[in-house]
């Protein structure tokens, strides 16, 4: 399973998330505790905010993260006020730069840890369902690109639960032989958006911080620090908007 940290909040140095702290999403990479693989290596992505650009800056490559020379030096230059990083173990998809999240539609970005079994099923269906736009828009082959375009499609911006519930429905074929586990953040530039989701309510873990010491927040997979207790667990089958440091919970079908 991957591995995911994002932040909101005033503006900071990328590596105050991504490679700074004592469970940062580099030292995931190597060492996550709360996922069936202990590494994930398939390469990374960030995606971040800043200077009021509405359409994010993206970094991925195939490499394992703790081996990109670039990214610590990036980490430490880039400052925004939201970003999303990720770094993947791969279940669905060759390991190629087209396949590492986070992907992006116009505005938004889109990490993805868990896994949609059926894919390879109801993939064509989904295909022929993406409006010309989102058809074009895929590069990659992973049923997370996927998903990320189907809820574009869908109307996410609109009326997010709805588009949700509409998917989750989708995904949820009569023949599904192993579960649907999803985890995801978007973000449109403004607000972190966050789910938890599976048919055997064995979702892949995600947390949202309290308030951290520069004044932001967090969502990630696993807490980022030793004080476990400024961190609660993203509940299953509810959103979670995480906006100008506010939190609303909106709870799907």
């Given amino acids: 399973m991957c591995r995911i940290a994002t932040y909101q909040g005033p503006a900071i140095p990328l590596e105050n998330i991504i490679t700074g702290p004592a469970n940062s ?12 693989l202990e ?24 490499l394992p993260a703790w081996s990109d ?16 990083g990720h770094v ?11 396949n590492c999240h986070p992907f992006t539609f116009d505005k938004w970005s889109f990490c ?28 990659g082959t992973t049923d997370s690109e996927m998903l990320f375009l189907t809820l574009m ?24 032989k192993a579960p ?25 873990t995600l947390y949202i911080s ?3 010491d520069n004044g932001g927040r967090s969502f990630s997979s696993e807490p980022l620090e030793g004080c476990r207790n400024r961190w609660t667990e993203v509940p299953q089958d509810t959103l979670v908007i995480l906006r100008n440091g506010k939190r609303q919970d909106l709870a799907l079908a």
């Fill in 25 to 36: 999403l580099l030292t995931q990479s190597q060492h996550a505790n709360e996922a069936k």
């Fill in 39 to 62: 590494v994930n290596g398939d390469g990374f992505g960030i995606a971040w905010y800043a200077d009021h650009q509405q359409r994010p800056g993206l970094y991925r490559d195939v």
């Fill in 69 to 84: 020379g670039n990214l610590t030096s990036l980490c430490r230059m880039i400052t925004a006020e939201l970003f999303l």
């Fill in 88 to 98: 993947r173990a791969s279940t669905m998809g060759e390991t190629s730069r087209a």
């Fill in 112 to 139: 993805h840890n868990g896994q949609i079994p059926a894919f390879p099923k109801i993939r064509r269906a989904l295909e022929a369902a993406l409006p010309d736009a989102h058809y074009m828009a895929r590069k």
């Fill in 153 to 176: 499609a869908g109307g996410f911006e609109a009326d997010p639960v709805c588009a949700l519930n509409r998917v989750l429905t989708r995904l949820a074929t009569s023949d599904m």
């Fill in 180 to 204: 649907n586990r999803i985890t995801c953040v978007l973000s449109d530039g403004d607000a972190l958006y966050a789910f938890r989701h599976a048919s055997d309510k064995k979702a892949p």
């Fill in 210 to 212: 309290d308030e951290l």
